[in-house]
T-cell receptor, first 115, second 114 residues
Framework: AQTVTQSQPEMSVQEAETVTLSCTYD???????LFWYKQPPSRQMILVIR??????QNATENRFSVNFQKAAKSFSLKISDSQLGDAAMYFC????????????FGAGTRLFVKA | NAGVTQTPKFRVLKTGQSMTLLCAQD?????MYWYRQDPGMGLRLIHY???????AKGEVPDGYNVSRLKKQNFLLGLESAAPSQTSVYFC?????????????FGDGTRLSIL
């Protein structure tokens, strides 16, 4: 069975600095998708970034980028120039391509941003 | 666009009471999901549906039932609420057109069972 592990329950970063959130996953599939979702205090789940496993190039979305290491089954999220609005719970998620009805979520990392 | 709408947003129940959570989406999505979120455990899948009239069990289905009579609605029922079902419940939907599509989530329902 596929699993997603976020080993950092909490992280803290100073405003304007860079922080990296870790995520590892376990799968025997070769074709799958990975996601990072943000959940601010409002509870709304927001997609931050996604990565297709067949793409070697790391995905980027403005200040958010990933380091996708397929062989190591690692999918970390880097937030550059951190802002107060980045404070939230971040969830890493996995879904296989073929027959991938279900998305598997990690336990989440709570990010605090210090002014 | 409304997206995914959950009702109610908050509810307090007594042990043994029943209730139904409603999820409605206006994006014509085939796939719909119910999750529960508990501290330190992320999102756990309760039930899901891959189309109108279909449902399937997820990771933690015990104590819950679901129905998808209309494509746009996905109902989650608690027949006899228990304190262990105190949680935040999220509904999500997804298009089946492209496999890389993310899920769209509702704002959640905070449910407390006394």
């Amino acid at each position: 069975a596929q699993t997603v592990t976020q080993s950092q329950p909490e992280m803290s970063v100073q405003e304007a600095e860079t922080v990296t959130l870790s995520c590892t996953y376990d799968t025997s599939e070769s074709d799958y998708y990975l996601f990072w979702y943000k959940q601010p205090p409002s509870r709304q789940m927001i997609l931050v970034i996604r990565q297709e496993a067949y793409k070697q190039q790391n995905a980027t979305e403005n200040r958010f980028s990933v380091n996708f290491q397929k062989a190591a089954k690692s999918f970390s999220l880097k937030i550059s120039d951190s802002q107060l609005g980045d404070a939230a719970m971040y969830f890493c998620a996995y879904r296989r391509n073929t027959g991938g009805f279900k998305t598997i979520f990690g336990a989440g990392t709570r990010l605090f941003v210090k002014a | 666009n409304a997206g995914v709408t959950q009702t109610p947003k908050f509810r307090v129940l007594k042990t043994g009471q029943s209730m139904t959570l409603l999820c409605a989406q206006d994006m014509n999505h085939e796939y719909m999901y119910w999750y529960r979120q508990d501290p330190g455990m992320g999102l756990r899948l309760i039930h899901y549906s891959v189309g109108e009239g279909t449902t399937a069990k997820g990771e933690v289905p015990d104590g819950y039932n679901v129905s998808r009579l209309k494509k746009q609605n996905f109902l989650l029922g608690l027949e006899s609420a228990a304190p262990s079902q105190t949680s935040v419940y999220f509904c999500a939907s997804r298009s089946d057109s492209y496999s890389n599509q993310p899920q769209h989530f509702g704002d959640g329902t905070r449910l407390s069972i006394l």
